[in-house]
């Protein structure tokens, strides 16, 4: 929904509206970095730990398409997306305060569920706002901002426990096994979800609608079977570019999520010659993945500012397939890094593609849909990323011993060839292949 006389925005203002976005991947970071060591602390079998991380992708395929249909017809005083990201804030910090204190992997999952409900309340609404607030030809500029914002709160989240080593050893363990170092790490991250989203509504609130946008609103009934109805007739009616987004989308979060689950276990066996999740060894090689991630989050973080102007010049789509293919090849080389100096060199191009995959996409999707069905279409986008870890949790259980031996480190080159694959389908995507106008200078 376009609306009139929307004024641009000056960088500093695009910066403060994603600083919410900030504290929301401050905790998807600390989910990434330590739910697989927090199981395999609390006794996880390696072969069935992606069932216990099916609460991301389920809460995001129920969750964000419906919220962003909610979002698209709310008109309340506080703004059509505010309300969202408030209730998906507080469920977060909630859940990041108790999760460390987990007493059993049925409270670690549980806690999981929960929480991931409140960041994909957050999510797409965000992502609607971003588009809502800016021209078109500031779009670009939002999202790798956002982007950058993802790569600089999950290097520190990755980072948080190593840098709180200083303070507290390593080898410090509450009652549950669960190293303290991780607990303080999420009580920062409870406090950081829900102050920096009041700072970004604060500094940049929504604008205000027109009449006529309110009068559409209005008509529009908040019922789920509206709600419901309005999901179908948008995926009916979706964008022939986002329907070819889907088959990039599929390869590249399948070996993602496979990643995030796995790198502690490979770090282990090819660098620290353990599998014992109960062993100082393995705590060890905790610490030099989430370094590691911390790494590629931050060559994320400056990929991502990097990419404006080659997006600008060579469009989204060939710079997305670029990154693709670098997180490919480090994923495929990743199984011989065999001293933490060969695995921080591979985190170049794991950082490349991760820069691509959390800015890249959303500009070929803003390009392509309708402004009155933003968050609604955020919302099913979403379902790209979802079913895709979905698909990835009901599988790898069947897969990781009969076809990768029971290896994490085979699961790493399962995910090099399917970001290949993804690189390859995004050159068949009509969208993002012409680079975005810029006019004039940032104003307000």
């Known amino acids: 929904m376009q609306i009139?006389?929307?004024?641009?925005?000056?960088?500093?203002?695009?910066?403060?509206?994603?600083?919410?976005?900030?504290?929301?991947?401050?905790?998807?970071?600390?989910?990434?970095?330590?739910?697989?060591?927090?199981?395999?602390?609390?006794?996880?079998?390696?072969?069935?730990?992606?069932?216990l991380w099916l609460a991301g992708p389920m809460t995001g395929l129920i969750i964000q398409p419906i919220v962003g249909a909610m979002s698209d017809r709310t008109n309340s005083r506080y703004g059509?997306?505010?309300?969202?990201?408030?209730?998906?804030?507080?469920?977060?910090?909630?859940?990041?305060?108790?999760?460390?204190?987990?007493?059993?992997?049925?409270?670690?999952?549980?806690?999981?569920?929960?929480?991931?409900?409140?960041?994909?309340?957050?999510?797409?609404?965000?992502?609607?706002?971003?588009a809502d607030r800016l021209v078109p030809e500031q779009r670009a500029v939002g999202f790798l901002t956002q982007s950058a914002f993802t790569g600089l709160a999950q290097t520190l989240s990755y980072l948080a426990p190593t840098l709180l080593t200083s303070f507290v050893a390593k080898d410090v363990l509450d009652d549950n096994g669960i190293p303290v170092i991780v607990r303080i790490a999420f009580i920062i991250g409870a406090i950081l979800s829900i102050s920096t989203i009041i700072w970004s509504f604060w500094r940049v609130p929504e604008l205000p609608l027109t009449d006529a946008e309110k009068a559409t609103i209005d008509a529009k009934p908040m019922?789920?079977?509206?709600?419901?109805?309005?999901?179908?007739?948008?995926?009916?009616?979706?964008?022939k570019p986002m329907r070819q987004l889907a088959v990039a989308m599929l390869c590249q979060w399948y070996a993602m999520f496979a990643y995030w689950q796995y790198i502690s276990f490979a770090v282990g066996r090819s660098i620290y010659d353990t599998s014992d999740p109960t062993s100082a060894a393995f705590r060890d090689a905790t610490l030099t993945a989430q370094q590691a991630g911390a790494l590629y989050n931050f060559i994320a973080f400056l990929g991502a500012l990097l990419l404006i102007p080659i997006v600008?010049?060579?469009?989204?789509?060939?710079?997305?397939?670029?990154?693709?293919?670098?997180?490919?090849?480090?994923?495929?080389?990743?199984?011989?890094?065999?001293?933490?100096?060969?695995?921080?060199?591979?985190?170049?191009?794991?950082?490349?593609?991760?820069?691509?995959?959390?800015?890249?996409?959303?500009?070929?999707?803003?390009?392509?849909?309708?402004?009155?069905?933003?968050?609604?279409?955020?919302?099913?986008?979403?379902?790209?990323?979802?079913?895709?870890?979905?698909?990835?949790?009901?599988t790898m259980p069947l897969i990781y011993r009969p076809l990768l031996g029971g290896d994490p480190r085979n699961v790493l080159l399962l995910g090099g060839v399917l970001m290949i694959m993804g690189a390859a389908a995004t050159l068949f995507i009509k969208a993002g292949n012409r680079a975005p106008v810029e006019r004039n200078s940032f104003d307000g």
């Open 312 to 394: 600008t010049r060579l469009g989204a789509r060939l710079t997305h397939a670029i990154c693709l293919a670098a997180s490919g090849i480090a994923m495929l080389l990743l199984p011989g890094a065999d001293t933490p100096t060969a695995l921080f060199v591979l985190m170049i191009g794991i950082g490349i593609g991760w820069a691509g995959m959390m800015g890249n996409t959303y500009v070929m999707l803003a390009d392509c849909i309708p402004s009155d069905r933003t968050g609604t279409y955020m919302g099913i986008f979403n379902m790209f990323i979802v079913i895709p870890m979905l698909i990835q949790s009901l």
């Open 223 to 239: 019922t789920v079977k509206a709600t419901m109805m309005e999901i179908v007739d948008a995926i009916r009616d979706m964008p």
């Open 4 to 51: 009139a006389g929307k004024p641009r925005l000056s960088l500093l203002r695009i910066i403060e509206m994603n600083i919410g976005f900030f504290g929301l991947q401050f905790s998807f970071g600390l989910q990434q970095a330590n739910m697989g060591p927090i199981y395999g602390f609390l006794g996880a079998d390696e072969a069935t730990m992606p069932l």
């Open 80 to 130: 059509r997306r505010t309300p969202y990201f408030l209730i998906g804030a507080i469920l977060c910090t909630i859940c990041l305060f108790l999760m460390p204190y987990s007493a059993a992997l049925w409270m670690a999952a549980s806690l999981l569920w929960i929480l991931d409900a409140g960041n994909n309340i957050t999510m797409e609404p965000y992502r609607a706002y971003v």
